[in-house]
């Protein structure tokens, strides 16, 4: 069975890495939410895409590996959604209340964050959340192969876009994928694939390979439905709740 997460919450209509955004994924009922993890420099470990608060934080930057909480912690980061009014970075701790029992968190670590994965479990332990419910993923295999190395019993994906074909086809190009992902002992890939390339085969694939298949960010429901059909393990969205129905009522 599928699993639909909500992108950074969810994000279509709520502000990305918010507490609403999160809040509306559990009031959906969706299996679960994406999110983003830094680390400030008093060690803080907040929710938010980019390193520099710019983007989201209405054209004020930090770079957040570089401040303070107090730094960051009073930004509106409310985006583009403004009718939600001023809405702050939310520390990761805080996104937990929201996580509802056998939910997943799908949780990425950025290259430069190697030190959030003690904290984040840690913190995962303090709101007595369940472990299983975690999974780490990153777009830099050394992550995954650090974070399976310390936490062999942890989920982690490898997150990578299969291209557009035109330099490697689509097999070729999951061969070297499937390879990394044994390499750095991953239980999983998290992708991207152009839609017209999406069959059962291509995700068989993986399955073959002892691998979970996770996609993202897929808010087109006829999109969503091919992967679903075609055995997609998960589905990541930016309207999860939205594609979810849309698909099961299809």
């Known amino acids: 069975m599928v699993q639909w997460i909500s992108h950074r919450g969810e994000s279509a209509d709520a502000p990305e890495n918010t507490l609403p955004a999160f809040k509306l994924a559990f009031e959906r009922n969706t299996d679960g939410f994406e999110t983003d993890i830094h680390l400030t420099a008093d060690k803080v470990l ?36 403004l009718d939600y009014g001023p809405t702050g970075i939310p520390r990761f701790a805080e996104t937990l209340q929201y996580l509802g029992k056998g939910k997943s968190y799908f949780v990425e670590i950025k290259d430069n964050d190697y030190e959030v994965m003690d904290i984040m479990l840690k913190e995962v332990d303090e709101a007595g959340i369940d472990r299983k419910q975690i999974v780490m993923i990153s777009f830099h295999a050394e992550v995954v192969r650090s974070y399976k190395a310390k936490y062999p019993e942890m989920e982690a994906y490898f997150l990578c876009s299969m291209g557009d074909g035109k330099e490697k086809s689509f097999d070729e190009r999951a061969d070297e994928v499937i390879k990394i992902a044994h390499d750095v002992k991953a239980d999983g890939v998290d992708l991207f694939l152009v839609p017209h390339a999406i069959t059962k085969e291509f995700v068989q694939k993986f399955h073959d390979a002892g691998l979970k298949c996770a996609v993202w960010t897929v808010d087109q429901c006829t999109t969503a439905k091919k992967w679903a059909d075609a055995g997609a393990d998960a589905v990541t969205s930016n309207c999860a709740a939205k594609v979810k129905a849309w698909v099961e009522s299809h």
Request: aromatic share 8%; glycine share 2%.
């Open 46 to 81: 907040v929710c938010c895409h980019d390193s520099d608060t710019w983007r989201t934080c209405q054209g004020v930057s930090h770079i957040i590996e570089e401040s303070k909480w107090d730094d960051i912690k009073d930004l509106d980061a409310s985006y583009s959604k």
